[in-house]
């Protein structure tokens, strides 16, 4: 069923036949930074990755301002984000540019192939019955924004503060999928064509250093290096100060060691950009990918 998707876009036009005014354009920028943090902070670096530790009932919270995105359900998402990492550019994989931009971008995710979650990479939030019921009535968050922004600005709150502001967020998301594995450097050889590119790591709040993120999942930072800004981690940062995250996982200090980074600047191109094939033998239970990653 594609209809909303393509009803909440058709609704982006009705910002011609309203009142226009410089504060529902805010509403619109507020929307979509507040909602890219959940996708960043909560779908990607905490659901998917493990990334930082943080207590039952915000972790219920992250879940809900994510799901505000529609972009389905939160255990949905991950399942399908650890697929991806598991096969990232390979044949198996969900949403690989090699297999067309557009498929990458957005295909996949209007594909009733790809509408079940994959449970077997989500045991750890299955556990969660808040969760498990949030994955299920995933339409539940987005339909209290929209009412929210109705409630806050009548039918202009709904054309920015939820058309206009959703539909930013969507590709906003979906570049990570397509541009990120096309467009940008490779500081690391990774396994994948995943790549840096500072202007997507401004439209994604940090995701953009997609290559960073490749060679070391665990992160709770992309940006490796203090000249890569990643807002989703200073936010992260500034919620362990009053406590309602904790145990952000660093960067390993040796892909921070320059000689380190020269090395593989210096190794032959096609190792950069040829996806290699790799096993991953397990799922692991808490933090999943670990295998893969912390070499």
């Not at 998707?5 to 509403?27: D, K, N, Q, R």
């Not at 539940?140 to 039918?155: E, K, N, S």
């Not at 980074?261 to 950009?273: G, V």
Request: aromatic letters at 18%.
């Amino acid at each position: 069923m594609t209809w909303p998707f393509w009803a909440i876009h058709v609704g982006c036009f009705a910002a011609f036949f309203t009142e226009f005014s410089w504060w529902y354009v805010a509403l619109a920028f507020v929307g979509y930074v507040v909602r890219m943090f959940g996708v960043t902070g909560g779908y990607h670096r905490y659901f998917s990755h493990r990334t930082y530790s943080t207590s039952r009932w915000f972790q219920f919270v992250i879940a809900f301002l994510a799901m505000t995105s529609a972009q389905k359900g939160v255990i949905w998402w991950a399942s399908h984000h650890r697929h991806h990492h598991s096969h990232s550019d390979m044949e198996d994989d969900t949403h690989s540019p090699q297999d067309g931009f557009w498929w990458s971008h957005v295909g996949w995710i209007l594909s009733n192939e790809n509408n079940h979650t994959e449970e077997h990479y989500v045991r750890d939030l299955m556990r969660y019955p808040e969760l498990v019921w949030l994955n299920k009535y995933f339409l539940v968050p987005p339909t209290v924004w929209g009412v929210a922004m109705f409630l806050i600005a009548g039918i202009p709150g709904l054309v920015w503060g939820l058309c206009i502001s959703t539909v930013l967020c969507w590709h906003g998301t979906f570049t990570i999928n397509s541009l990120s594995h096309t467009w940008g450097k490779q500081r690391y050889v990774t396994t994948d064509t995943s790549r840096n590119n500072p202007i997507l790591a401004i439209i994604t709040l940090g995701e953009g250093w997609h290559n960073n993120h490749h060679r070391f999942q665990s992160s709770a930072r992309n940006g490796f290096f203090w000249w890569e800004y990643d807002i989703t981690y200073y936010t992260l940062k500034m919620l362990s100060w009053v406590g309602l995250v904790w145990d952000l996982r660093p960067v390993p200090k040796h892909l921070l060691d320059s000689h380190h980074e020269s090395w593989i600047k210096n190794q032959p191109q096609h190792l950069q950009a040829i996806p290699q094939p790799r096993v991953v033998t397990a799922v692991p239970n808490i933090k999943p990918l670990a295998v893969a990653e912390e070499v």
